[in-house]
């Protein structure tokens, strides 16, 4: 079976004053279906910029990614920006650090907008449920700022699953949270990916949050 997301030789660098400072060398990986991977590594050392590429929201300078869903292989690196929008929109998750909820939709609206936005009235049920198996069936209504930490990120969580997409990203989703709750949420969200077989990349400072996946890579190793 194809892996779900497949990665070669990828590069990326930025421009520091008049030089090109290069933030990910030769990275190689592939992740399998159901499968949660943590990236560790130092501040500085490229995960947010590797998800970013992951998600289509960069272009690498070399390199191929490649994401397999139900219409098959589909290559990032060689879609127009317009396509690689309408494939994120459709086929990634993303839950950030700091929750990126909008503020002016309550729980229920943020958790439904990728329905919205994609078409998909027909997932209501099951994305409503999934919200109340993470606890917030009393919090449908509220708006995030009347929502604890904890509570903001369930909420991201259930957002990013609602569409059921092939790849879930998380840049730090439990740096914010106090321990017991960064462990509560990253179980939650592994569990969710697992249920659906999609794949997971997550990076992470925390060596506890990194062992409940199945497989670490630390980004120096991969080339950053």
């Known amino acids: 079976m194809s892996p779900v997301l497949s ?3 990828l590069g990326k660098a930025f421009l520091d004053g008049t030089e090109q400072r290069a ?4 990275v190689n990986l592939d992740l399998a279906n159901g499968e949660v991977l943590a990236l560790m590594g130092p501040s500085g050392s490229g995960k947010s910029t590797l998800l970013n590429l992951l998600a289509g929201l960069f272009e690498p300078d070399t390199g191929s990614i490649v994401l397999t869903t139900g219409l098959g292989p589909q290559t990032l690196t060689a879609m127009s920006e317009a396509a690689r929008t309408r494939l994120r929109r459709r086929q990634i998750g993303y839950v ?3 929750f990126n909820l909008v503020p002016t939709l309550t729980v229920r609206e943020n958790v439904l907008l990728p329905l919205e ?8 049920s099951e994305a409503l449920a999934r919200v109340r198996e993470l606890g917030l069936a009393e919090r449908l209504d509220d708006f995030p700022g009347h929502l604890s930490g ?3 990120q369930r909420t991201a969580i259930a957002r990013a699953m609602a569409h059921q997409p092939r790849l879930v990203l998380a840049d730090e989703p439990t740096g914010n949270l106090d ?13 969710e990916v697992r249920s659906q077989a999609s794949g997971l990349v997550m990076a992470t400072h925390s060596r ?6 199945d497989r670490v890579v630390r980004l120096d190793k991969l080339g950053g």
Do not use: K, M
């Not at 936005?117 to 209501?124: I, P, R, V």
């Open 7 to 9: 990665v070669r030789a």
């Open 96 to 98: 950030f650090q700091f």
């Open 23 to 26: 933030v990910l060398r030769d």
């Open 179 to 191: 321990a017991q709750t960064a462990r509560d949420v990253a179980r939650r969200l592994i569990s």
């Open 208 to 213: 506890e949050i990194a062992d409940l996946a």
């Open 117 to 124: 936005l994609n078409d998909l009235a027909h997932l209501t």
């Open 150 to 152: 904890g509570e903001r």
